[in-house]
């Protein structure tokens, strides 16, 4: 199982991490949003927030326990990967209502903008490249034992 | 595992494996309109025929490959002239009640059915793409726990609507109908923060924090019940809720300067 650590601490705001995410799913967002794709960086697979105070905060999903997101969705399209962890979302049963994005307490879910699909945290299928291009540490994977 | 004959080659399938799923694993192309991942599959449209051998001798059965389980030893062909025939003809069918439908007509140019040029489209089909009664939209509804549409009528008259052939009742206008509707026979429209469907409105709901519209108001009132979340909480849009994320987790940084930051961390080796 991956997890990602995230210390806003070190958090320069550079946002390197979104355009890795962007980079890492070019072709999802090719496939899913056609004319509109390529690189996204600012989807909310990845989203750096900045406080009110000036700190730089990396937002992205806990892949929760007990995950209300999928708790939400009626028609069995979120599940967790039993390989890297990470709550995925099966394009073929969402029916992109939406429901699970408002369920969302953190807002780590998003309708795309071409509405044709959901976006969220994959964990890169368990090589996060957020990680890997995060040049001050503020995002760091790690392998876990179940 | 169950070993069946597919187009000449053998392949392995789990048990209970439909047809239509294994040729498509397998890489084939089977059309389908009425085939969705989230709903029992109801063998409605009829294009994802397959022709099916289970005895050494006789003609084989042109049967919906959505529907037909894997068995041991099928011989299963699924471009056959048998099945071409079946699925030209459904095609000149489905055709006549959706003529105006551009995804029914692309898929015509595939699988080389033809409009018959006799188009048969009732009054209350009109107005859309066209209807080929596929039962996906019905079949999601209910899925979603809503019930709102069904196929009214008899024959000829059938048509998708709510009860009595009325607005539906019980529509939350999630849309769900619309954006799986193969035929794109469905009308959904959103304009300033509201939404028409199926002869009814629904304002949307707004967030709280910048005033995006969020969900329509029926849905959100029916989500907050079920899931016992706040209607504000549920209708605050995700870029206002990663604002309040980072409030909640957010420290202030090491303080920055030329060599980088004061607290000994991986930026001052970064940053020169």
């Not at chain 1, 900045?50 to 995950?67: K, R």
């Not at chain 1, 990470?86 to 307490?105: F, Q, S, W």
Request: with cysteine; proline share 6%.
């Amino acid at each position: 199982m991956i997890r990602l650590h995230v210390s806003p601490k070190l958090c320069s705001g550079c946002r390197s991490c979104e355009m890795a995410c962007s980079y890492a799913h070019a072709e999802v967002e090719a496939r899913v949003a056609g004319g509109l794709g390529g690189l996204r960086p600012g989807l909310p697979r990845v989203r750096v927030a900045a406080t009110g105070t000036g700190a730089f905060v990396p937002i992205l999903c806990f892949q929760c326990d007990e995950a209300r997101c999928v708790g939400s969705c009626k028609y069995g399209a979120l599940e967790r990967s039993p390989r890297t962890g990470a709550i995925e979302v099966d394009e073929g049963r969402c029916t992109l209502c939406g429901v699970c994005a408002a369920a969302c307490p953190f807002g780590n879910m998003e309708r795309e903008l071409s509405r044709r699909a959901m976006v969220k945290c994959d964990l890169c299928k368990g090589e996060p490249a957020c990680a890997k291009f995060c040049p001050t540490g503020a995002l760091r994977g790690a392998s876990v034992p179940r | 595992m169950i070993e069946l004959r597919l187009d000449g080659k053998l392949v392995l399938a789990a048990e209970g494996e439909r047809l239509l799923d294994v040729a498509r694993r397998v890489g084939l192309r089977i059309p389908t309109l009425c085939d969705h991942p989230a709903v029992e599959p109801e063998g409605a449209c009829r294009l994802c025929v397959v022709e099916v051998r289970d005895r050494a001798e006789g003609p084989g059965r042109v049967v919906p490959s959505c529907l037909e389980r894997v068995q041991p030893g099928l011989d299963v062909r699924t471009g056959s002239e048998d099945v071409k025939l079946v699925r030209r003809t459904v095609m000149r069918l489905l055709l006549q009640r959706a003529p105006d439908s551009a995804a029914l007509r692309s898929l015509a140019e595939e699988i080389g059915g033809k409009s018959s040029g006799a188009v048969w489209v009732s009054e209350e089909n009109a107005g859309g793409a066209g209807c080929v009664l596929c039962g996906v939209c019905t079949r999601l509804c209910a899925a979603g726990g809503h019930h709102a549409i069904s196929i009214q009528g008899r024959g000829a008259e059938s048509r998708v609507s709510g009860p009595g052939g009325e607005p539906p009742d019980a529509c939350t206008g999630c849309g769900v109908c619309a954006r799986a509707c193969p035929t794109g026979h469905i009308q959904l429209t959103e304009i300033a923060g509201v939404r028409r469907i199926w002869g009814r409105r629904f304002e949307m709901i707004r967030c709280g924090g910048c005033g995006e519209a969020t969900l329509p108001r029926e849905l959100a009132e029916l989500e907050s019940r079920r899931l016992g979340v706040t209607l504000v909480e549920l209708t605050h849009c995700p870029t206002c809720k990663r604002r309040s994320s980072a409030e909640k987790f957010g420290e202030l940084p090491a303080r920055r300067t030329r060599e980088g930051l004061s607290e000994s961390g991986p930026m001052k080796g970064v940053a020169r």
